[in-house]
Each structure stands twice: as C-alpha cells, then as structure tokens.
C-alpha cells in the first residue's frame, strides 16, 4: 500500500500567518492527490484535487503544490474560520491512503 | 442537488455483521462510483472501500477479508456489509461520491456489548 506521511502533526499559527502542510507519497501517485478540511463535527471537505486545483466554492488563500513526491498545501494570510485538521488522499492506487492529518489551530 | 446519507443500526455487538447503507439523491450510481470511509473517535480518516459505476468494488487490504460492497441502483442505494465486528471497528462511517466532493453527514457506530 502507498504511504501518505503527512507534517506537521499540529500547527499552531496566528491569523494572517502563511502556513504549508507537506504529505510524502511513498510511491509515484502523479497528481493523485486531493486535500480535505475536516472541523469538529463536520463531514470532510474537498479543498484541492489534483494536487492543485482548487475546490469549488473554496477561498483563493488555499494553494496546492507539488514538487516531486512531495505535495503541499498552502493557507495565504489565515483566517479564524480555516482552523481544522486538514488530510490529504492519494487516488492513484487501491487501496486509498490518507495521511494521518495536520491540526491547524491558533498560536 | 447531490445528497448522501449513511442508515445503520447505532451499537452492534461484537463478533456480529454491520449493516450500513448509503442513499443517494441527485446523481446516478450507474454513472458515478460511491466510496465508504470511516473515522474512529478522535482520530484519522481510513477509506474502506469503493463501488464503481459498473458495479465492480474495490477494497482496503486491511478489512478485505470482512467487507462488502453492493448496491440497488433502482433505490440509489449502496450497502456496506462487516462480519466479525471489534471494538476497534467503533467508528464513525461516511460515504462520499464524485470525486470525494460530496459526503453524507456520518453515522457513529458502536461496537460493544
């Protein structure tokens, strides 16, 4: 199975920080790769598919990237409402694989 | 308007089969494929398993064993099905379509005596 390792495991940040989560494919998964937000009770939110394209009905702040193996997604000048664990999901390959998620929350 | 929404029994017992289903409104299941994944309390997303639009599955090696996928596509409904339940299977399940863009709010399922 393909292994998604996912850092930070906790970010703490302020508001209007830049802040970047990485996640580390173990295998080749192309651009397999979308980003989700998830917040205390909620069901997960696609924010990024692709790895880079942006979600519809998702804020321009939210960027993703990849170089390599390595995918990033980035929070440009963050707001109170983007406080959440974020996962990624590699798509390539069966199983799916999520990483273990990232929880944003204030500085 | 493309809706989900997870159906199941709550508490299950151990050693028992998990009934789950997932009704779909607002897209096809002939057209479009279907994924189950589930969360434990406080902890991370695993995905379980998928089926596609031609009815074909696919399924997460860890739980293989235990799980199956179907589905009634004249009630746009797809079943998830778990035999030998353990604690650990105490979760909160989820089904998603279109590209994981679309979730049903979760059912919480309980594994204990």
């Known amino acids: 199975d393909i292994q998604m390792t996912q850092s930070p495991s906790s970010l703490p940040a302020s508001l209007g920080d830049r802040v970047t989560i990485t996640c580390r494919a173990s295998?080749?998964?192309?651009?397999?790769l979308r980003w989700f937000q998830q917040k205390p009770g909620k069901s997960p939110r696609l924010m990024i598919y692709?790895?880079?394209n942006l979600a519809n009905g998702v804020p321009s702040r939210f960027s993703g990237s990849r170089s390599g193996s390595d995918y990033s997604l980035t929070i440009n000048s963050l707001e109170s409402e983007d406080m959440a664990i974020y996962y990624c999901?590699?798509?390539?390959?069966?199983?799916?694989?999520f990483g273990a998620g990232t929880k944003l929350e204030l500085k | 308007q493309v809706q989900l929404k997870e159906s199941g029994p709550g508490l299950v017992q151990p050693s028992q089969t998990l009934s789950l289903t997932c009704t779909v409104s607002?897209?096809?299941?002939?057209?479009?494929?279907v994924s189950w994944i589930r969360q434990p309390p406080g902890k991370g997303l695993e995905w379980m398993g998928v089926?596609?639009?031609?009815?074909?599955?696919d399924y997460n090696s860890a739980i293989k064993s235990r799980l199956s996928i179907s589905r009634d596509t004249s009630k746009s409904q797809v079943f998830l099905k778990m035999n030998s339940l353990q604690t650990e299977d105490t979760a909160m399940y989820f089904c998603?379509?279109?590209?994981?863009?679309?979730w049903g709010q979760g059912t919480l399922v309980t594994v204990s005596s």
């Open positions: 998603a379509s279109l590209g994981f863009a679309y």
């Open positions: 607002g897209l096809s299941l002939t057209s479009n494929s």
């Open positions: 089926i596609w639009s031609n009815g074909g599955t």
């Open positions: 295998q080749d998964i192309g651009n397999y």
């Open positions: 692709g790895a880079t």
């Open positions: 999901l590699q798509h390539n390959e069966y199983p799916n694989t």
